[in-house]
């Protein structure tokens, strides 16, 4: 019977993650545990300011994308800088009009130090305070506005999405725990883990835990898994490539010996 990798990653993101498992043999299922909606009040999603007084934009997810994209005045946006998390918020942004798209890696975090280089290069030929505004989640587990301060860059965050939680597991999902179907489970963030685990106790499959290895995109992350995983894997940098690959090698090991 065939071990499965579960992701619990929002759409689109989800099957583009089985999608790529599966070009390598892993067999794998996805149960999103959040989607994205828009802020309330809605009116916090269309409250961009003027473009004129920012000199890029920061877009830590492909929603937040998506969010700024729907607003009646995106197109004035584009000729921005747009710092962007990784090759899929990229993507993104690039269909929604940016032009100057620099890719950060590794989350969050990874962005800093790109953004500081920017900022650095682009004053050498124009002095000026950079300000730079925030799209970004309601909840975040990292800060934007207040780690670029200490590099004396202006970050304006602006709540535009968030990501409601999902209160089940997709029919699939439920019947490969209960068969002890699921090996492995990919998680990129604390609050995602946290819903799997909510989700899995109130169907009655809490126990399937300890057969099932949790691949974590960093330590908070595991933390907040809690225990009765059979086994953690934390990866060095909280880079989708890395937890997917640790997801490959620790298949081709475990689930094919």
């Known amino acids: 019977m065939a071990k499965f990798t579960l992701i619990i990653r929002p759409q689109p993101d989800a099957d583009r993650d089985v999608g790529w498992l599966n ?21 916090l999603a269309h409250d961009l300011g003027n473009p004129a007084d920012f ?20 197109t004035t946006w584009i000729s921005k800088p747009a710092f962007v998390v990784g090759s899929a918020t990229a993507a993104a942004a690039k269909q929604a009009g940016f032009k100057n798209i620099i890719i950060g ?55 535009a999405y968030q990501m409601t939680a999902n209160a089940d597991l997709v029919p699939p999902v439920r019947a490969a725990l209960a068969k002890n179907c699921i090996s492995a489970v990919i998680a990129m963030s604390p609050r995602s883990i946290q819903i799997l685990r909510e989700n899995m106790d109130a169907s009655g499959l809490g126990s399937a835990r300890n057969k099932i290895d949790l691949i974590a995109g960093s330590d908070a992350i595991a933390a907040a898994a ?3 995983w059979n086994h953690v894997y934390v990866a060095r940098h909280p880079r ?10 620790r298949h081709r090991r475990f689930d094919l010996a």
Request: charged share 20%; glycine share 8%; hydrophobic share 45%.
């Open 226 to 228: 809690g225990d009765g």
């Open 23 to 43: 070009r390598y043999g892993v067999p794998a299922l996805a149960s999103p545990v959040m989607s994205s909606a828009p802020v309330s009040p809605p009116s």
């Open 105 to 159: 890696s590794g989350g969050g975090a990874g962005l800093v130090e790109p953004i500081r280089q920017a900022v650095t290069d682009a004053n050498r030929a124009n002095p000026q305070k950079a300000n730079l505004l925030w799209p970004s989640a309601r909840e975040i587990s990292f800060d934007m506005t207040a780690a670029m301060r200490r590099h004396d860059i202006a970050v304006q965050r602006l709540p």
């Open 55 to 74: 000199t890029g934009i920061i877009f830590t997810s492909r929603h937040a994308v998506d969010a700024v994209a729907k607003t009646a005045d995106a």
């Open 240 to 249: 989708r490539s890395r937890l997917l690959a640790i997801a490959v090698l």
